[in-house]
């Protein structure tokens, strides 16, 4: 499958920002036991390559798809491919838009990059996103959309920020492929503290929720 595919199966991934992480591979398989198969690991978290990698080079025994979030440069992002990254997400368009996604393009993984109005999804499609994350989500909620659908019909559409349990069907039922999960699945003090029976919990809560 490829990562669209498994975001449309799974309807979830979710975003990891913490000060550290105790172990990249045991982050995953805890993700995975509770359902969530697609894990965005971010350069907001110090030493960001050397998580990516040992997240990616166990991926054959987690069973994750581990991608690079938060990238913001051409050289984020050709750092982020080679420390093993299957996908980008970027938080919205830059000037180094283009040279992301050329570099994911070059590496053949999707790129996902961030927009919030109608003319940003226009141009992340033209420079060749798979998906469009719609960031920060929250500030304008489900209705809106319900309302990008009507001129991007079929366009994989990703809410970001401020997405829970409570409100994550909503958004999905209005039409986005999937959801990203941060906080409300991994909790920072839980990835730092290495509380892996909680973010199963967590996550497998969350994909009951949506379910």
């Given at each position: 499958?490829?990562?669209l ?11 990891v ?6 172990d990249a ?12 198969h ?9 030493d ?5 990698e040992?997240?990616?080079s ?7 798809v581990v ?16 420390a ?5 997400v970027t938080p919205g ?6 040279a992301?996604?050329?570099a ?14 109608p ?10 996103s ?18 990008l ?5 079929g ?5 970001s ?8 069907k909503?958004y999905l ?10 906080t ?5 003090a ?17 994909v009951?929720?949506?379910?």
């Open positions: 499958m490829t990562t595919d498994l975001l449309r199966a799974d309807r979830v991934l979710t975003v920002r913490a000060p550290e992480i105790a591979r045991d982050l995953c398989a805890a993700l995975v036991s509770g359902g969530i697609v894990v965005e690991l971010t350069y907001t978290t110090p960001l390559p050397r998580h990516l040992r997240a990616a166990t991926a054959g025994e987690t069973g994750a991608g690079a979030g938060t990238v913001q440069t051409g050289q984020q992002a050709q750092q982020a491919i080679d093993g990254a299957q996908f980008l368009q830059g000037l180094e838009a283009a992301i996604a050329e994911a393009r070059t590496a053949g993984i999707p790129v996902v990059l961030g927009a919030f109005t003319s940003e999804v226009m141009t992340a499609l033209a420079l060749g798979a998906a469009v994350k719609i960031f920060p989500a929250h500030q304008l909620g489900p209705k809106y959309f319900k309302d659908n009507g001129p991007f019909p366009v994989a559409l990703i809410p920020g401020g997405i829970n349990a409570g409100n994550a909503d039922d209005a039409g986005a492929l999937a959801v990203s999960a941060g409300d699945v991994v909790a920072p839980d990835v730092a503290a290495a509380d892996w029976q909680s973010i199963t919990a967590k996550a497998k809560a969350f009951a929720a949506i379910s």
